[in-house]
């Protein structure tokens, strides 16, 4: 890799890795799996929101996140599609009997939900989420150079997936610790409904977004 390549992936990797550590619905949908299915769940579905980056990585490399951003009927389709998926998860969290303490102990050892299951509800998550579609585009016009080719950026685009797996592998393994979830289990039904109500917020941020 020459030295400019270095510093494109350099630039990418710092830009990637803060904008992964700012909460959002991926931290939401991680947090509340390691909490009421326990560590393995939780890293399914991190594993999904990682897979969902690779996606967003080969449209926008290929110019189609671009044409995304620039047609306004196709980013309110994105819109509406991902804030629906949004409400859902909401729904179904409102819905969801609270996480119980007796459940530490199997939910360590085993997920109480498929693995893909768990692996698609990340991959969706990350995959609907029009702000994906707008920062990758503002990232890769900004930071990287039209001149590279096709296979370096493929490099960044694969390196950027393990980059937020590993962020949110760890965020699995801490919040999926027994003291960490029997803290949030003491908040019973509200553990629910706080993680319903973020879902919702993060719902009309999406409905709310522009393209530019």
């Known amino acids: 890799m020459t030295a400019e390549y270095g ?3 350099f630039a990418l990797l710092v830009a990637f890795g803060i904008n992964a550590v700012i909460p959002g619905a991926d931290f939401a949908m991680v947090l509340r ?4 299915h326990g560590r393995r769940t939780a890293l ?3 594993a999904g929101i990682a897979t969902a980056i690779l996606v967003h990585g080969t449209y926008t490399i290929l ?3 671009l044409l995304i951003s620039q047609s306004l009927m196709a980013f309110t389709i994105v819109k509406i599609v991902g804030a629906a998926y949004l409400i859902w998860l909401a729904v179904s969290a409102l819905r969801d009997d609270p996480p119980r303490e007796p459940e530490i102990a199997d939910a360590l050892t085993r997920p109480d939900m498929h693995w893909g299951a768990a692996f698609t509800l990340g991959f969706l998550t990350n995959l609907l989420n029009p702000k ?3 920062f990758f585009v503002a990232l890769f016009t900004t930071l990287v150079s039209a001149a590279t080719p ?3 950026k493929a490099g960044y685009v694969v390196t950027m997936s393990i980059e937020l797996f590993v962020w949110f592998a760890l965020v699995s393994i801490f919040f999926a610790l027994p003291r960490v979830r029997a803290g949030f289990f003491r908040l019973g039904r509200w553990f629910n409904r ?3 109500l973020t879902f919702i917020a993060l719902a009309v941020r999406v409905a709310i977004a522009r393209p530019n």
């Open 150 to 152: 096709a296979t370096i």
């Open 44 to 46: 399914f579905t991190s």
């Open 33 to 36: 799996q390691s909490i009421a």
């Open 194 to 196: 706080v993680t319903g």
């Open 7 to 9: 510093f494109e992936f």
């Open 132 to 134: 994906a579609v707008l």
């Open 63 to 65: 110019g189609l996140g």
